[in-house]
């Protein structure tokens, strides 16, 4: 199972970095997601390394948030910057099981941005 660690509470216009730490017998390191749960709101994309190493990412969260990963590690990071209270959420990590393709999730980290 997929773990995420590094949620918080800041204030608008700071930083954290969120990590997801999985087994690198079970889970590939491609295909790695953020996704994010606003308070009422479904699940939603935030960033993703997608097919052929490309990077996808929301467009709320473009230009202010950067996925990346440690192969060695198997840890995939999403660095947070200039937050606004909007991306207030609970964070989740999205990992592929390899072999199967099965998606797994982590439980989840809480980022509450004050104003």
């Known amino acids: 199972q997929p773990v995420e660690s590094g949620g918080g509470l800041v204030q608008a216009g700071g930083s954290l970095r969120l990590s997801c730490a999985a087994s690198?017998?079970?889970?590939?390191?491609?295909?790695a997601a953020w996704y994010r749960q606003l308070p009422g709101k479904e699940r939603e994309f935030v960033a993703v390394?997608?097919?052929?190493?490309?990077?996808r990412y929301s467009d709320s969260v473009k230009g202010r948030f950067t996925i990346s990963r440690d192969r060695v590690k198997n840890t995939v990071y999403l660095q947070m910057d200039n937050l606004t209270p909007e991306d207030t959420a609970v964070y989740y990590c999205?990992?592929?099981?390899?072999?199967?393709?099965?998606?797994?999730w982590g439980q989840g980290t809480q980022v509450t941005v004050s104003s």
């Open positions: 999205r990992r592929v099981r390899i072999g199967s393709g099965e998606l797994f």
């Open positions: 390394f997608a097919s052929g190493g490309n990077i």
């Open positions: 690198e017998r079970v889970f590939s390191i491609n295909g």
